[in-house]
């Protein structure tokens, strides 16, 4: 990402971050999807199932279930004639703490072939520390692959901005590569790629990705997905 673009990312991400009031979940709000992901999941079939276990980034937020880059995956599978059923497990203000219990709800719901682990940019904007990042998204893909040995894993990469200093942001960077390399598992480098910081790809907030946004986020996500999924298929 160019440097203007982080920048930019940094200051509407620092603003909207701060100027947020200071809500803790309850137990209940974190130990289980959204509604639309809530009943996806219990939904009987025997597609093959491709899991996006997320914040609200995932979950699409402030825009209309279909436009969420999950959706539109699932609209570009159908196209395709790709039998799979996307289930979106995105739950706003997550973090990986929070997503590590939430997790052993969802593992419960239904089999999952192929499992999107899209957490850590909520304990960035909090400034947790690496080191427990690191150690939740790892046993989050212990989890899966304790359960669901045989399913795919891929790993989405975050950045944040400089606002917790420079070490932290580029500290924080290298979480993701090293997970995905030490659990063997695929990794989208960055899932904001050419969105973050980008005013007209994203909300008012500066934070979260406007419709056209998901779309290019979608883009990115497939990058990684499609070659799996055909491999797969």
């Given at each position: 990402?160019q440097?203007?673009?982080l920048?930019?990312?940094?200051?509407?991400?620092?603003?909207?971050f701060g100027c947020?009031?200071?809500?803790q979940?309850?137990?209940?709000?974190s130990?289980?999807?959204?509604?639309?992901?809530?009943?996806?999941?219990?939904e009987?079939?025997?597609?093959p199932?491709?899991?996006?276990?997320?914040?609200?980034?995932?979950a699409?937020?402030g825009?209309?279930?279909?436009?969420a880059f999950?959706?539109?995956?699932?609209q570009?599978?159908?196209?395709?004639?790709?039998?799979?059923?996307?289930?979106n497990a995105?739950?706003?203000?997550e973090?990986t703490?929070s997503?590590?219990?939430?997790?052993?709800?969802?593992?419960e719901?239904q089999?999952i072939?192929?499992?999107?682990?899209?957490?850590?940019?909520?304990?960035?904007l909090?400034?947790?520390?690496?080191e427990?990042t690191?150690?939740?998204?790892?046993?989050?893909?212990?989890k899966?692959?304790?359960?669901?040995?045989?399913?795919?894993?891929i790993?989405?990469g975050?950045?944040?901005?400089p606002n917790?200093?420079?070490?932290?942001?580029a500290d924080f960077q290298?979480?993701?590569?090293?997970?995905?390399?030490?659990?063997e598992?695929?990794l989208?480098?960055?899932l904001?790629?050419?969105v973050?910081?980008?005013?007209?790809?994203?909300?008012?907030?500066?934070?979260?990705?406007?419709?056209?946004?998901?779309?290019?986020?979608a883009?990115?996500?497939?990058?990684?997905?499609?070659?799996?999924?055909?491999?797969?298929?």
């Amino acid at each position: 990402m160019q440097f203007r673009t982080l920048i930019l990312f940094g200051l509407t991400t620092f603003y909207w971050f701060g100027c947020q009031p200071q809500t803790q979940q309850t137990s209940d709000e974190s130990s289980k999807p959204v509604t639309g992901a809530e009943s996806a999941t219990v939904e009987e079939t025997n597609k093959p199932t491709v899991l996006f276990f997320g914040n609200s980034l995932t979950a699409g937020y402030g825009l209309d279930p279909s436009e969420a880059f999950s959706s539109i995956i699932q609209q570009r599978l159908d196209s395709m004639g790709l039998s799979y059923q996307v289930v979106n497990a995105g739950l706003s203000g997550e973090t990986t703490a929070s997503g590590n219990t939430r997790l052993d709800w969802v593992l419960e719901q239904q089999p999952i072939d192929v499992f999107v682990l899209e957490l850590g940019a909520n304990d960035g904007l909090r400034g947790i520390s690496t080191e427990e990042t690191q150690r939740n998204l790892n046993a989050m893909i212990d989890k899966v692959q304790e359960i669901y040995p045989e399913a795919e894993i891929i790993l989405s990469g975050m950045m944040v901005p400089p606002n917790m200093g420079a070490k932290y942001a580029a500290d924080f960077q290298k979480i993701f590569p090293e997970v995905a390399n030490n659990q063997e598992v695929a990794l989208i480098p960055f899932l904001l790629e050419d969105v973050a910081g980008e005013p007209e790809l994203n909300l008012p907030d500066g934070i979260h990705p406007t419709a056209e946004g998901h779309q290019i986020v979608a883009n990115t996500v497939w990058e990684v997905l499609y070659p799996i999924l055909k491999v797969n298929s």
